[in-house]
């Protein structure tokens, strides 16, 4: 079995502004550096044998002082980049409805089956997403890997791994704090028997 301990990245200057960030690379704030300044603190006390991250800037940039606190080269992987919002990347969930009021509520709905206009399918993402977790498990079995990335397509992922419909992520995951963790014990390689041990954890709780 591997313990995969999925971490959103730390708090971009659009996530303070609460807007929608998926593959435009956004700079961290002062407190996402600090942030991810406090999540390589308990990296480095948490038996990890391997860091992975998306290849968005965001990401990578956070899971680097966790790789070097635990004493690790970080690997990223653009299979766990963000999803992409399309028309929406940039905006606030406000400024949406101003400007395409019937595709967000549709998005509201079901986002699964309605995606925000130009954006990707989420069952897609879950493909990605999921096929690097079995990868990564199965490159580090018996150890404890953190892995770097973003928040919807974190829930989108854990949807697929318990085995409910995508459509629901928003519904039962209904948020994941920036640097926070969800722990998640994978066996054959995160394809089966997925057991999730912790969802959201704060830094501040990490053991």
Do not use: K
């Not at 606030?92 to 967000?104: I, L, N």
Request: proline share 5%; hydrophobic share 45%.
């Amino acid at each position: 079995m591997t313990n995969l301990v999925l971490a959103r990245h730390g708090e971009t200057v659009w996530h303070a502004e609460n807007r929608y960030a998926g593959l435009s690379d956004i700079e961290l704030t002062p407190r996402g550096h600090d942030q991810a300044g406090q999540l390589a603190a308990w990296a480095g006390r948490a038996g990890l044998t391997a860091v992975w991250a998306s290849t968005l800037s965001r990401a990578r940039i956070t899971a680097a002082a966790s790789a070097r606190a635990a004493g690790v080269e970080p690997r990223a992987d653009a299979r766990l980049r963000e999803i992409d919002f399309g028309q929406g990347d940039g905006l606030t969930a406000a400024e949406m409805r101003e400007r395409f009021p019937e595709a967000r509520a549709a998005f509201e709905a079901d986002p699964a089956a309605h995606p925000l206009p130009g954006g990707e399918d989420p069952e897609l993402v879950a493909d990605r997403f999921t096929e690097c977790l079995r990868d990564v498990a199965a490159a580090h079995p018996g150890g404890r890997v953190l892995v770097v990335a973003h928040t919807t397509a974190i829930r989108i992922a854990l949807c697929r791994l318990i085995g409910v419909p995508i459509g629901e992520y928003r519904r039962l995951f209904p948020s994941l704090d920036n640097c926070a963790v969800t722990e998640i014990r994978a066996r054959d390689g995160a394809h089966s028997a997925v057991a999730i041990l912790r969802y959201n954890s704060p830094i501040g709780a990490l053991r």
